[in-house]
Structures are given as C-alpha cells and as structure tokens.
C-alpha cells in the first residue's frame, strides 16, 4: 500500500520545534514512556534534548518528526505546509510563539516558524 506514513520536519532544536508545531496544528507531542526515557538517558538524552520529536494528529493519522540536523536552513522551503489556523486569535499566538509573516496574500498569509521554515496559514477570517 502506497501513501502520505509521515513529515519529517528538519531543524537545529527538536523539541522547541516540535512544541511550536504542535501548538499551530492542534496535534500533540507524543508522550514519553518509562522505556524511551531510559532509551534516551542511556545516549545521554532527555526529552528535553531528544533530537527527533514525534507528534502525533489527533486522530492518529499522520505523524510529524521535528528532526535535528547539523545545518541550518539557508534556502525556501521546497515543500510547505498549509495550515487551517483556526482564527485571528489562533494566528495571534502562533506569532506569539515565534512565527513571523513573511508576506500576506488575498486567500492566505505566507509566514515562518522559529527556524525559518516556510508554511501559508489559511483560513475564512483571512480578509476579514
């Protein structure tokens, strides 16, 4: 069977990331059982410093990795995101959180994350 298994998101800080991405999504960071925190304590690790960052959609669908890569990004996004932000609000305090706009458009508002990582939030009060 063929399909979309899952993102995988590279950036410098896994778990700042992840955070943010759960919050604009609405997704959840996956939680850490007794078995990975001791998988990580073993590499020297902990949540916290976790260089690969898993969220999970809410119904379990589609899962997201913030990964951590040695560079940084220095070019556009070949492939982006759109993400349905729920309201003016919910773009409030995804901008709180760290992303920028990086232009506004008729139907969508082309913006950044933390890292610099291109997505369009999209929405009905776009325009409004």
């Known amino acids: 069977m063929s399909g979309l ?3 995988v998101l590279d950036c410098r800080h896994a778990a700042p990331q992840a955070a943010f991405w759960a919050f604009a999504l609405g997704w959840r960071v996956r939680a850490y059982d007794d078995a990975e925190i001791a998988r990580l304590a073993s590499l ?3 949540p916290d410093t976790d260089p690969s960052v898993a969220l999970d959609a809410p119904n379990g669908s589609l899962v997201m990795f913030c990964t951590e890569v040695p560079e940084s990004k220095v070019v556009k ?3 982006h995101l759109d993400v349905r932000l729920r309201d003016r609000t919910h773009f ?3 901008c709180s ?3 920028t706009v990086v232009r506004v458009a008729a ?3 082309v913006m950044a994350d933390p890292e610099g990582n291109e997505f369009c939030a999209i929405g009905d009060w776009i325009g409004q």
């Open 44 to 46: 020297g690790l902990t």
């Open 92 to 94: 409030v305090e995804v």
């Open 77 to 79: 996004n070949r492939m």
């Open 97 to 99: 959180r760290g992303a």
């Open 107 to 109: 139907d969508r508002i």
């Open 5 to 7: 298994a899952e993102i």
